[in-house]
Antibody, heavy 118, light 110 residues
Framework: EVQLVESGGGLVQPGGSLRLSCAASGFTFSTFWMSWVRQAPGKGLEWVANIKHDGSEKYYGDSVKGRFTVSRDNADHSLYLQMNSLRPDDTAVYYC???????????WGQGTLVTVSS | QSALTQPPSASGSPGQPVTISCTGSGSDVGVYNYVSWFRQHPGKAPKLIIYEVNKRPSGVPDRFSGSKSGNTASLTVSGLQAEDEADYYCSSYAGSNNWVFGGGTKLTVL
């Protein structure tokens, strides 16, 4: 059974940093693209970033470019999102998802809440 | 990236069909057949129900169908059921390694 479990969310002050993790199981992690998608409270979905199966390609949404970094450890079946220079409008539930390509997100985690507030 | 445009709400009676539109531009929906649809129940993660405009993942009922005409994609749910009451989001590839979502449509089963 495919499982994705996010962790690392919490309350952080504006300008601060946070690192999210996503533990994957039930599939050959090293052969899939992975994506991060976020959802602000009461709002819609926003694509954040994705990363190729071997980590050689990474792409970011305009709102996080230069502040967030996506990475992965295939040996550990883990996906990460390093978030720096956090702003209040980064407050959202962050989901990791398996990406079959072109945002064909067929499995999602349960999400982890990040709150940026002083 | 500009978000795709969806109606904020839609509704229908059980057993009836309902269609949700997703309007983009000639830079995303109009030129790429990489349109996906997701269903999200309150407090839950989204679930993929349509990909590449009109393909259904395994396990998704054939009540769900997708189509595209010009810059607008559409999701049709035929034979509405109570469990279909949820938020629905479209997404599209927008070129240059960018992806955009629609603002979401809240579907109410009357």
């Amino acid at each position: 059974e495919v499982q994705l479990v996010e962790s690392g969310g919490g309350l952080v002050q504006p300008g601060g940093s946070l690192r999210l993790s996503c533990a994957a199981s039930g599939f050959t992690f090293s052969t899939f693209w992975m994506s991060w998608v976020r959802q602000a409270p009461g709002k819609g979905l926003e694509w954040v970033a994705n990363i190729k199966h071997d980590g050689s390609e990474k792409y970011y949404g305009d709102s996080v470019k230069g502040r967030f970094t996506v990475s992965r450890d295939n040996a550990d079946h883990s996906l990460y999102l390093q978030m720096n220079s956090l702003r209040p409008d980064d407050t959202a539930v962050y989901y990791c998802a398996r990406d079959q390509g072109y945002l064909l997100l067929d499995y999602w985690g349960q999400g982890t809440l990040v709150t940026v507030s002083s | 990236q500009s978000a795709l445009t969806q109606p904020p709400s839609a509704s229908g009676s059980p057993g009836q069909p309902v269609t949700i539109s997703c309007t983009g531009s000639g830079s995303d929906v109009g030129v790429y057949n990489y349109v996906s649809w997701f269903r999200q129940h309150p407090g839950k993660a989204p679930k993929l129900i349509i990909y590449e405009v009109n393909k259904r993942p395994s396990g998704v009922p054939d009540r769900f169908s997708g189509s595209k005409s010009g810059n607008t994609a559409s999701l049709t749910v035929s034979g509405l059921q109570a469990e279909d009451e949820a938020d629905y989001y479209c997404s599209s590839y927008a070129g240059s390694n960018n992806w955009v979502f629609g603002g979401g449509t809240k579907l109410t089963v009357l």
